[in-house]
């Protein structure tokens, strides 16, 4: 079990009440801080959202966390489903290129960047979305993200 001992005036100054904000992976460590940026700096959590049931016939493809194959870090499989077949978590919309990151089991390391093929399809709201800015490689992200964590 991992252990903090911060001080309460560094949790309200920072805003940030999470572990492995104030207590980083020994690899971030070893990076010479000016050379790390906040995601803020180099992308944007998206939070487009659709409710697919308001269309029940239409089909859509749904991403959910065990579509992700952790071992490559893709979309291994997604569903087809209609808008009548909707979980209630089918609700984040994505395009092509964001980065998907699993927030629930977020050991087991869910993290993939959204192919082509599934731009303006919906995941679960189990998902945190990035977008990386345009001058940033999503790619990049992805792979710092699975070194790093």
């Known amino acids: 079990m991992k252990n903090l001992i911060v001080h309460q005036k560094s949790l309200i100054k920072e805003e940030r009440w999470d ?16 050379s790390l940026k906040k995601v ?12 697919p049931t ?8 749904y991403i959910d ?6 071992e ?9 489903l209609t808008g009548a077949e909707a979980p209630s978590r089918a609700r984040k919309l994505v395009q092509a290129y964001d980065i998907i990151i699993s927030t629930c089991r977020p050991t087991r ?9 599934l731009h303006g ?3 679960s709201t189990g998902f945190s979305v990035i977008r990386a800015n345009a001058n940033i490689n999503p790619l990049y992200l992805h792979w710092v993200h699975s070194k790093v964590s």
């Open 65 to 70: 966390i065990s579509s992700v194959d952790i």
């Open 19 to 34: 572990f492995d904000f104030h207590e980083p992976s020994e690899l971030i460590k070893s990076f010479d801080p000016s």
């Open 54 to 61: 308001k269309n029940p016939d239409e089909t859509f493809q």
């Open 121 to 123: 399809q919906i995941c």
């Open 72 to 80: 490559t870090g893709e979309i291994a499989r997604s569903q087809d």
């Open 109 to 117: 390391k869910a993290i993939a960047v959204v192919p082509e093929e």
């Open 40 to 51: 803020i700096d180099v992308a944007e959590v998206v939070k487009a959202k659709k409710d």
